[in-house]
């Protein structure tokens, strides 16, 4: 049985010259299965970090990651500078791709997958309204829950978020409403409205469950 977790250091994993790339192995290093995830170093500057290709045979998006030193990207023949830190996303697999190391020691994270195959998380839309917190904008936290309600029906987590959200915005009845299906889908959310500030608007109201 495989281990639960596993961590390491790309430095750990020896390179592979292939293709006129250091191609490191992370994906198969550590059995991920979910999406294809691997790294490519130059100990040069010069040297590719990103072999000249498209992924039109695969169908994949690609996510690069510099995670170190400095790249340069050339994307359908526009140069595009890549310090460390830099994200480049190709959402077409026809696009031609192909990144050479401005500075010795610089890493690539490629992360890539079949669009389609991919389920987002909940947490991504019930996180996201965090964003609108400190302006105030329940309006627009509720309309991102509401896109989150459409995608994950029966969501414990974006019904309480919702509630949170309605209870800040004085719609008392609707938050209600909403924290009771979600005290009913999981029992936790019992846990979480302890002490929750976001809800004190409607503690103690007729049909409120906290």
Known sequence: MAEPYAVLSLDEIDPISVAGVH???LRRTLGIDAFGINAYTAAVAGEHVVEDHTE???GHQEV???VSGHAAFTLDGEEVDAPQGTVVFLRDPSVRRAAVAVEAGTTVLAIGG???THTPSAWEWTFGAERYRESGDQTAALELLAEARERFPGNAGVLYATACWEAMAGDTEA???RLNAAFALDPKCATWAEGDADLDSIRGLPGSPI
Do not use: H, N, Q, R
Request: hydrophobic content about 55%; charged content about 15%; aromatic content about 14%.
């Open 23 to 25: 191609w490191k192995p």
């Open 175 to 177: 938050a209600i409403a």
């Open 114 to 116: 079949i669009p389609g």
């Open 64 to 66: 690069y990651v510099v």
């Open 56 to 58: 039109e045979t695969l």
